[in-house]
């Protein structure tokens, strides 16, 4: 983003008008407005899990795969960051003192922030001290993994924030090159498949029923506030149109981060209500079922894929002067 600003405009548009989009979709169905304003921060979140696994399944590489990677984690960091901020309001709602209701929050956004540098730093500082092979630093960024998330839980800190600082603070390590970047695809199929099941379990059937037609609304207002966002920063960015439908395309699923958010913010503000909650479920329903599709789809009409001729073809014969396997 600090070589191309205007990578940086595309997620910061597409971020504001999928809130912007999503809160007027949620007010006209008469929920108030914060909880309208935090359901429309949250659904700002990509799912990096299907983004991930659907780029390194279809071995997609380019422009429009880097710009997609990048945007994820820019509208994930965004989404726990205005979410964090917009309990403050829910909290001053629900007539908590002035006091607690502006500190909590910053408590958790410092706190969070603070939390994933620390354990970067000692990431790192252990890297330095092993062997550098990515057997040994899998092992040992799981293990910073789960170090944050159990301090953050310990600490009552926003655990989707810590990691993501812990991301942040480890991938923007350009001078020392500590950690090497490790294959985390086979942990992050098991855990998607879990986090699938935990959606669906969530919500029953009935509730489903009830909050269908907001769901849909909601699905369709965030997809197009996005796709416009991208649209309109496309030209500038020297973006063809089909790499930018491509892209827009790329930043549609919509689950594993988000649960995750909606899941702190029900802890922290329970009036955030039932009903809310079952047409922001139902909409990441939809999203767990259509999101990898749309994202494939985009990848390959962005021509970025790996042509299915060459991933479907046999493996090819050795040539006849190479020298005999046996």
């Known amino acids: 983003m600090k070589r191309d600003w205007t ?34 921060s949250i659904a700002i979140a990509t799912s990096p899990a299907v983004v991930l696994l659907i780029v390194q399944d279809t071995r997609s590489e380019g422009q429009v795969t880097e710009r997609a990677l990048n945007l994820v984690a820019l509208n994930s960091l965004l989404a726990s960051i205005l979410t964090t901020i917009l309990l403050a309001s829910a909290l001053l709602e629900s007539k908590m003192d002035l006091e607690s209701a502006l500190l909590h929050p910053a408590y ?86 879990v986090l699938f099941v935990i959606t669906g379990a969530s919500l029953p059937l009935a509730a489903l029923a009830v909050g269908g ?50 899941h702190d913010v029900v802890k922290v503000f329970p009036e955030f209500g039932s009903d809310l909650t079952a047409v922001f479920l139902g909409g990441l329903i939809i999203m767990e079922v259509m999101g990898p599709l749309a994202v494939q789809w985009g990848l390959k009409f962005a021509g970025e894929t790996e042509p299915e001729a060459e991933a479907t073809a046999a493996p090819a014969q050795p040539a006849t002067n190479a020298p005999s396997s046996f």
Do not use: W
């Open 7 to 40: 990578l940086a405009a595309s997620g910061l548009a597409e971020s504001l008008l999928s809130f912007g989009a999503v809160f007027a979709t949620l007010m006209a169905f008469d929920f108030t407005v914060v909880q309208a304003a935090i359901a429309a």
């Open 108 to 193: 958790l956004f410092a706190g969070s922030l603070a939390l994933g540098g620390a354990i970067a730093g000692f990431a790192r500082l252990t890297a330095r001290s092993v062997e550098k092979t990515k057997d040994l630093h899998f092992t040992l960024i799981a293990g910073m993994v789960v170090a944050a998330v159990g301090l953050a839980i310990m600490l009552k800190l926003s655990v989707i924030l810590s990691l993501l600082a812990f991301g942040l603070f480890s991938r923007n390590d350009a001078r020392s090159h500590d950690l090497l970047n490790v294959n985390l695809a086979p942990a992050s199929r098991l855990l998607y498949i």
């Open 213 to 262: 037609v907001a769901a849909v609304a909601l699905v369709a207002a965030r997809a197009a506030g996005k796709l416009v966002g991208i649209l309109a920063i496309a030209p500038i960015g020297g973006l063809r149109m089909r790499q930018a439908l491509g892209l827009g395309c790329a930043l549609m699923p919509m689950s594993t981060l988000a649960l995750m958010l909606q």
